[in-house]
């Protein structure tokens, strides 16, 4: 086991093209991003869109999230019911994508949404407290 703290890097607006790219491909803008977007929406009708940072792990990791400073109202269809920021609910919402997309038929894109899953939840294991997260997603 990596024994290593994760840490989180926010990519700057004009890096973000290229790193989407590097990481995603042309998957980012045609399934990925919109999913993270639909999954948001779904679960909080908080959330009426803005402006979201992106953030890379030092696993190799990605993430991205609203970058708002109100806590959303999330309610998952496993049950769970709970208050989020804006960080908590967009790593809710990438891990829900990124476990979704990791069934699909298109060709890469359920590999590297495998792989971004457990890269993104080593980084949320190593938070203070992933519980809530851990729940919504479970």
């Given at each position: ?16 093209t290229g ?34 940072n992106?953030?890379q792990l ?34 809710t ?15 890469g894109?359920?590999?590297?949404c ?7 939840r080593e980084?949320l ?12 997603i479970?």
């Amino acid at each position: 086991m990596n024994s290593s703290i994760i840490a989180r890097e926010l990519v700057p607006e004009h890096f973000r093209t290229g790193v989407t790219a590097k990481l995603f491909g042309i998957h980012f803008p045609l399934y990925l991003e919109p999913s993270i977007f639909q999954l948001t929406s779904n679960l909080s009708s908080d959330y009426n869109g803005g402006y979201w940072n992106f953030y890379q792990l030092s696993n190799n990791g990605f993430y991205m999230a609203p970058a708002a400073d109100e806590l959303f109202k999330v309610e998952a269809e496993n049950g769970f019911s709970g208050l989020m920021t804006g960080d908590e609910l967009g790593i809710t919402a990438c891990l829900y994508a990124f476990s979704h997309l990791s069934f699909s038929k298109i060709n890469g894109l359920s590999d590297i949404c495998g792989v971004h899953f457990h890269l993104l939840r080593e980084y949320l294991l190593q938070q203070d407290n992933p519980g809530k997260i851990l729940r919504a997603i479970d």
